[in-house]
């Protein structure tokens, strides 16, 4: 399963909201009042997002001193009544024509009961957006990154498709920064938060080429008396978020749910130069020329094969020269044989099963090997 997200323009990452053509998607949460008779009149608006769950739910048992138990029932009458608005809001929604999402605040704790609570208050049926949203990359504050890895993985578990990410700059950049140590978290489709007007400087390109959403207004740079986008019949602290697309191809790609392709990597390709000045702009979405996959194992072969003919004195792991040669000649022989195997990927003329993601693959019970 793989996620479609366009791969962002120069226009897409400076201002893009006044585009005509960049569909626009609210969210929100409980505290936000919504006209909803007024909001359809925008025709941009092409989806709402709103949020479900918080954390981990409140506990089935209310139990301790008389303090303790009053604020156990104050939570789950909150849960309770966010629950029967969050539903509400989704037959409102969908009624109207708007594509719906929920999303889940992460919060430290077990992200297993996490993923589960998030699945069973938002009930999400096949066309609606799942997002996780994590704050910030605070363990202390916030879900940690590693447990988030376990969150989007379960809940792929339970429901077949993977939640889209919302973060901030800086999170998404360490996150892109450590891909390989976040496989799942650095290939969900990015739903990115920054306030600013322009934001090519700052987005990590070289992971993600474009963002899914781009949240571009909320109470931290929208009041009565300026706001990039004023939404009808929402108040100023709504949350904006605008597409990198149209809204008939926003409604193509939504609800996303699938996993973006992995970025090249330098092994596999090399950079197409760039005019100095467009690089110092800042405003530069880089492309790539394919290699053949086996080029750098081809490279290391002759230079070991050369280094084992030419400077057998330089063995490390040999007692005299002819030993020395022989050590390199077996290296040169192992990499042949690695780069066959490449060129033959994946797995000689076996086929992956469709709908088998290699990272999850794992987590499916009862399989251990491929088909």
């Known amino acids: 399963m793989s996620a479609w997200v366009a791969p962002g323009s120069a226009s897409d ?67 309770a009544v966010a629950r029967e608005l969050f539903h509400t809001r989704k037959t409102v929604a969908k009624t109207l024509g708007l ?44 879900m940690s990154l590693e447990d988030a890895e376990e969150f989007v993985r379960h809940v792929h578990r339970r429901i077949g498709r993977f939640p889209i990410l919302y973060t901030n700059g800086a999170t998404a950049q360490h996150i892109a920064d450590n891909r390989e140590k976040y496989s799942l978290l650095s290939r969900l489709p990015l739903w990115y938060a920054r306030y600013k007007p322009e934001i090519g400087i700052h987005f990590p390109k070289g992971n993600w080429q474009g963002y899914a959403l781009w949240q571009f207004s909320a109470r931290a740079n929208c009041n009565e008396k300026s706001c990039p986008y004023r939404v009808p019949g929402t108040p100023t602290d709504i949350d904006v978020n605008v597409a990198s697309m149209d809204a008939k191809e926003l409604r193509e790609a939504w609800p996303f749910g699938g996993l973006l392709d992995v970025p090249v990597e330098m092994i596999a390709s090399v950079p197409v130069p760039i005019a100095r000045a467009e690089g110092l702009a800042g405003e530069v979405t880089l492309a790539y020329a394919p290699v053949e996959k086996a080029s750098a194992l081809v490279a290391l072969e002759n230079a070991f094969q050369v280094r084992g003919q030419h400077y057998p004195e330089r063995a490390t792991y040999a007692a005299a ?31 992956i099963a469709i709908g088998v993601d290699p990272i999850t693959t794992a987590t499916i019970p009862g399989r251990t090997e491929l088909p």
């Open 13 to 79: 990452f400076s201002q893009p909201w006044k585009r005509s053509d960049r569909a626009l998607v609210v969210d929100a949460y409980e505290y936000n009042s919504i006209d909803w008779q007024k909001l359809v009149t925008d025709k941009r608006i092409v989806g709402f997002i709103n949020k479900a769950s918080d954390g981990l739910s409140p506990p089935y048992a209310c139990k301790g001193n008389d303090t303790e138990v009053s604020l156990c029932k104050a939570l789950w009458k909150r849960h």
């Open 99 to 142: 594509e719906w999402g929920a999303y889940h605040l992460a919060r430290p704790g077990n992200p297993i009961d996490q993923a589960n609570n998030f699945i069973d208050f938002a009930e999400p049926g096949p066309d609606d957006l799942l997002a996780l949203d994590i704050e910030d990359n605070d363990p202390e504050k916030w």
């Open 321 to 351: 020269a002819e030993k020395g040669s022989k050590f390199f000649a077996r290296i040169a022989s192992y990499l042949v044989g690695l780069k066959q195997t490449l060129i033959a990927w994946p797995f000689g003329q076996q086929e």
